[in-house]
C-alpha cells in the first residue's frame, strides 16, 4: 500500500494519469435496484456489478455520498476483487455530499452550512481515501451543491473552498497522498461558464485551489429549459427518420461543448491554467415529463445511444474524461414517479439489459457469462433495432 507522499512506483497510476487516459473509461451509478436507498447494495452485489462495468465499459467510477453504506461497500468489493485478480483495475472518485443550512427544510441558509454534516461527510472521505490510496484518486467536496437552481441545499462558493482548502493541506502535511486530486463536481455554470451571478472571488479562490475542475452539462434537460438547439430544419425534415435524429443529437453535442468551452474562457479569462474534465453528462431513455412524447420527444434508447457515441468520440478527441450518467437505472431518484427522466439514465435497465448503446458490445460476446441479480446480460428489445427506432420520435420541425 502506498503510503503519503511517496514517490509512485511502477504500476501506481495517479488521478493525473487516469483522467484523460481513453483507456479509463469513466462513469457515474449508485448500484441500488429498489426505488429506495434505504436496500443498500450489498458487497456480494457490487462484485457483480463491477465485473459487467469493467468489461470495457468503466474503469474509473463516482460515487457520492459517503454516509451510507455505499461508499464503502464500493471500495471494499474493488478491494476484494483486486485480490481475486491483481490484474482487476478499477479507481474511484469519491464525493462527500455538502448542504447548506437548513437544507431540505421550507427556509433553507443558503449563506451557511450544515458544518457538522459537511464535516462528517469531509471526514469519512478522508479515512476512506487513507485506506484505499490505491483505488480512490479523487474526492471531489459536494455535488451540484453551487448551482443555485438546487434551491434545497446549494451553498455558497466559499463553502466548497473551505473544504478543498482542508483538504489539499492534509496533502501538504502528509496525511493524504500528494498525488489524489481534490475538485468539487458542479454544473458548467457554477464554475463560471454561465452568469455573472456565479463570477464572485470566492468562486476565483476555487478554482485556483482545486486540482482540476469537474464539469456537468445535460442538453437533454435544456431541450425544454433552453430549446435554442433542439430542432430539425425544415430541410433535414425531408430525410430519413435517422438523419433527423442525427442532426438534432449532433447539435445536442455541440451543445455541450458549448457549455464546456464557455467554462474554459471564463478560467482563462482569469488567467488561471487548469485540467477541466466532464464529471457528469447523459441522456435518459424514457420520461413521461418535459422531456417525454408530450415534450420537447427527446428521451428514448436510440437518441440516449447517438448522444452516448458522439459524447464518447468526442472527449476522447479532447483528451478529457467524461463520468458518464450513469451506468444502471435507478428507481429511487423519483420514486413517486416511475416514468420520470431521472430513473432512466442507464446505460443498463435495472434488471441489467444493455440498453441499444451497448449492443454492440453484447455482439462481442463481453458480457459473456456475467449477470446482474440473476439475469445474464442481453440487450433490450429482443434486439430487434427497428422496434429502437421506431419507438424515436423527432424532435419538433424549427418554425412550426
Known sequence: MKEANLPAVAGHLTAEDILGNPDYPAIAFGGYRENTRDIQPTVERWFGYLKILSARVCRCRRTYPTNLKHAANVLRSIRLLKE???????????????????????????????????????RRA??????????????????????????????????????????????????????????????????????????????????????????????????????????????????????????????????????????????????????????????ATASNEHYGPGGSKATDEYKSAIYYRLMRAWSREAGISCFYFEAFDEPWKDAQNPGGSENHFGLFTVEGQAKYALWDLVDQGIFDGLTRGGHAVAKTHDGNEAAVLEAALTPPVKGR
Open 126 to 283: 478522508v479515512d476512506m481515501a487513507k485506506e484505499h490510496p490505491d483505488i480512490v484518486k479523487i474526492i471531489a467536496v459536494g455535488n451540484e451543491a453551487m448551482v443555485k437552481w438546487a434551491a434545497g441545499y446549494y451553498v455558497q462558493a466559499g463553502v466548497i473552498l473551505k473544504w478543498v482548502n482542508h483538504l489539499q493541506a492534509l496533502k501538504q502535511s502528509g496525511e493524504l497522498p500528494d498525488d489524489l486530486w481534490i475538485t468539487s463536481s458542479d454544473n458548467f455554470a457554477s464554475w463560471g461558464g454561465g452568469g455573472e451571478e456565479y463570477h464572485t472571488e470566492d468562486l476565483e479562490k476555487l478554482i485556483r485551489a482545486v486540482d482540476y475542475v469537474s464539469l456537468h452539462t445535460y442538453p437533454m434537460h435544456d431541450t425544454h429549459y433552453n430549446p435554442d438547439f433542439w430542432y430539425v430544419t425544415p430541410k433535414e425534415a425531408r430525410l430519413p427518420k435517422r438523419r433527423q435524429i442525427s442532426a438534432a443529437m449532433e447539435r445536442a453535442r455541440d451543445y455541450a461543448i458549448s457549455q464546456y468551452q464557455s467554462t474554459a474562457a471564463y478560467i482563462r479569462s482569469l488567467e488561471i491554467d487548469k485540467p477541466i474534465h466532464i464529471g457528469e453528462t447523459g441522456w
Open 84 to 122: 481475486e485478480d491483481p490484474g482487476f483495475e478499477m479507481y474511484v472518485m469519491l464525493g462527500a455530499w455538502i448542504d447548506c443550512k437548513d437544507a431540505w427544510t421550507a427556509n433553507p441558509d443558503h449563506d451557511a452550512e450544515d458544518e457538522e454534516a459537511n464535516a462528517a461527510e469531509v
